[in-house]
């Protein structure tokens, strides 16, 4: 993967941009920086990512201005670049999973979130379709004075209950992984969605248990535990 510090020094129009910090992505090279005085995100799409690129541009386009997501101000097609403004809070990985988080406000959390999917489902959705956000992870939202969605570059066609699933097997298999204090909270975060919206998920526990077992090519080294717990959800259910 690409070194921001290899964009700023060589496209004229990122030289004066200081690094302030790095964050992990799979794919991209992404960096918050202050650029011409003002607090950024770049995000260095890797080449061959150029519709990713485009796909989470037209979504900041489109929900930024109704939704909790960040504003795009540019798209650098010369240079794989996305341009955004720079959202100041906690990744929500690190809150839901810190010992000192209460279940409590971790259960408020849920709430929150589950209202966040319930927002952009709805304002996303046509006459005869949804669109889905796509990776939808626990590492892809940030805790502020609200609950912030970030990384849209899955955004896809699909049906809500891939979202939703998608956030249970984060939930569940982020560290400390398969608490029952996990299990409660995915409970909270499910219930809270369906109550908000006008339409049912189907098949949650199969959905569940695929997005656990994707997870796999990720990490490989707990692949004996992801198994063995979407089997358990295939068989018994989630909100056992």
């Not at 560290?175 to 409660?184: A, I, L």
Request: glycine share 4%.
């Amino acid at each position: 993967m690409k070194d921001m510090e290899e964009l700023i020094k060589n496209v004229e129009k990122y030289k004066n941009a200081l690094i302030q910090q790095k964050f992990k992505s799979k794919k991209n090279t992404v960096a918050y920086v202050i650029l011409d005085g003002k607090p950024r995100i770049l995000k260095w799409f890797a080449p061959g990512f150029t519709r990713q690129m485009d796909v989470e541009y037209s979504t900041l386009k489109k929900g930024s201005s109704a939704l909790n997501m960040p504003i795009s101000y540019e798209k650098d097609s010369d240079n794989n670049v996305l341009l955004m403004n720079y959202i100041m809070g906690e990744n929500l990985c690190d809150v839901l999973n810190d010992e000192k988080t209460v279940f409590s406000e971790n259960q408020r959390i849920m709430v929150l979130l589950a209202g966040w999917f319930a927002r952009f489902h709805r304002s996303f959705k046509t006459a005869d379709q949804f669109h889905i956000r796509g990776d939808s992870v626990l590492r892809n939202f940030i805790l502020a004075d609200c609950i912030w969605g970030v990384d849209f570059e899955e955004a896809r066609v699909g049906k809500p209950v891939e979202d939703i699933a998608g956030m249970c097997s984060s939930i569940l298999s982020t560290d400390p992984m398969f608490t029952s204090e996990k299990f409660q909270l995915c409970k909270t975060f499910i219930i809270s969605y369906a109550k908000s919206v006008e339409w049912n998920l189907e098949n949650m526990n199969e959905e569940v248990a695929y997005a656990l077992l994707e997870k796999i090519q990720w990490r490989p080294e707990v692949e004996e535990t992801l198994r063995n717990h979407a089997h358990k959800i295939r068989k018994h259910g989630l909100l056992r």
